[in-house]
């Protein structure tokens, strides 16, 4: 089992910065694929970004590419999400999740954490 906790979320204006943190536990992530998506009211959810413990090799979407970055510490056991130039449509929940590396389906999720962007 993995157990992951996300933090940071909260209310910042348009143009501004935010750090999401998603803490894990339970199991060494080495394996795992690290993934953040957000989820909108009344939009379906959206993969922003992935990354590869072991390596660091991340991935993101079109729609936040360029604003956001995908990290981790590996001492903390910790993933985080700088996000930059926010705007308004950013905002929605957002979720950590972890799949083992070569599955597709994300298994374990965190149970996210609000971001509101005001214009």
């Known amino acids: 089992q993995v157990q992951l906790v996300e933090s940071g979320g909260g209310l910042v204006q348009a143009g501004g910065s935010l750090r999401l943190s998603c803490a894990a536990s339970?199991?060494?992530?080495?394996?795992?694929?690290m993934g953040w998506f957000r989820q909108a009211p009344g939009k379906e959810r959206e993969n922003v970004g992935t990354?590869?413990?072991?390596?660091?090799?991340?991935n993101y979407a079109d729609s936040v590419k360029g604003r956001f970055t995908i990290s981790r510490d590996n001492a903390k056991n910790t993933v985080y999400l700088q996000m930059s130039s926010l705007k308004p449509e950013d905002t929605a929940v957002y979720y950590c999740?972890?799949?083992?590396?070569?599955?597709?389906?994300?298994?374990?999720w965190g149970q996210g954490t609000q971001v509101t962007v005001s214009s």
């Open positions: 999740a972890a799949r083992l590396s070569g599955t597709q389906e994300f298994r374990y």
């Open positions: 339970g199991r060494t992530l080495t394996n795992y694929v």
């Open positions: 990354i590869t413990w072991s390596l660091g090799s991340t």
